[in-house]
């Protein structure tokens, strides 16, 4: 049964505006120092083939919502042409991708946080108790009112994306050119500043859970996924031209985790700092929202489908279920135990890995939903190759990422197992 026209109230500008929204949030301001310790003047290159990268993924996602609208998003898509075992693992390993996702961006908001409030020093724990807190705040307007913080997250992107319009058009004008100068990087830094640079654009994905709210999907949404993956990274190119034009290696180095704030010293002062650092925190915050309220929502419908045992979705108290609660304990032992580089990797691994699927199912339904199997091919090479590129970083640097990429894996298949018989039975 189609809906109401007053139900599909969409345009294509709001949601262009969702999807940069989406992108333009966290990911930029906690990995923009960590790539840029990586590539140094080459940040830009990174950003620009992780671009690439999510034009592929939003084609398949564009296609796909187009012809199948839907409130699910990705894990609708899983549905349409995976078996069962993989559908199961896959919808969990992105939930697990979601977690990671809050628990990396809370770290982001413990650093800024500290850096703002306490000028870097302090106790050595206030970080982690910035990011606990965060966390649990978060999490628990979530369970007593879902809505409450969501009324104000159009001021938070509006926000956020002027600062950073601001500090792009005033950096352009302070650079040293002779600091963009690219030097000889090896293909390891290459393959691992895409991986984690494909994070940035993840948020792209957003767009096709309101694509049933749309009047025309199929005119509509494969303009928007374009338009707002094209302008984000025109974005992140121009910022990351600006932060490696005003930074010098050592301060970069040393302020890796706050890079976007620390680079309005040298064109604001104290006060643009000040500016941005806020906008840091009100932009993670607001990531952590409306990440959670994903988190939450997924969760619920897993449950409700029986993809999940259905006790999970028990409340325990107020609105807040068992999955609920779990799930930001879970949160708060990654976010605790891992630094933000080793979130940052394995939620880039993790998203890269879910987007593959979504490529995969694109060209096994490429007929039905018009997609060129080109392009859909094409797409499906590259994210294979920066995959195997990164997966061999990711050892070489250590077994940590390694190690939680593989264990997430294997739970995820397992209970895909275990939820199938239980199904069948």
Known sequence: MKSSSSEKSLTLLQVVALGIGAMVGAGIFALLGQTALIMQSATWLAFSCGGVIALFAGYAYARLAARYPSQGGIIDFFRLSLPSVATIALSLLYLVTLILTIAMVARAFGAYAVQLFHQGSGHPLLPEMYTAFVIIAIGLLNIVSSHAVGKIEVLLVGIKLTIIIVLIITGLFTMDAGKLEIHTFSGDALFSAVGLTFFAYAGFGMMANASDKVAEPERVMPKAFMIAILFTIVLYISLSLVLLGNLSPAVLARYADTAVAQVAYPIFGQTGFTIVAIGALLATASAINATCFSAF???????????????????????????????????????????????????????????????????????????????????IMVILAVLAGFVVTLFNQGIIAVSIISGALIVCLAIGYQRRRSLAE
């Open 297 to 379: 929502n997924i969760l619920d419908s897993m449950s409700r489908s029986g993809l999940l045992p259905r006790t999970w979705g028990n409340v325990v108290c107020g609105q807040g279920t068992r999955s609920n609660i779990l799930m930001i304990l879970i949160t708060l032992v990654f976010a605790l135990m891992l630094n933000l580089s080793d979130l940052a990797n394995v939620a880039s691994f993790t998203f890269l890995l879910c987007y593959l699927m979504v490529l995969v199912v694109a060209w096994r339904l490429s007929r039905i939903i018009r997609a060129s199997k080109i392009i859909i091919g094409l797409g």
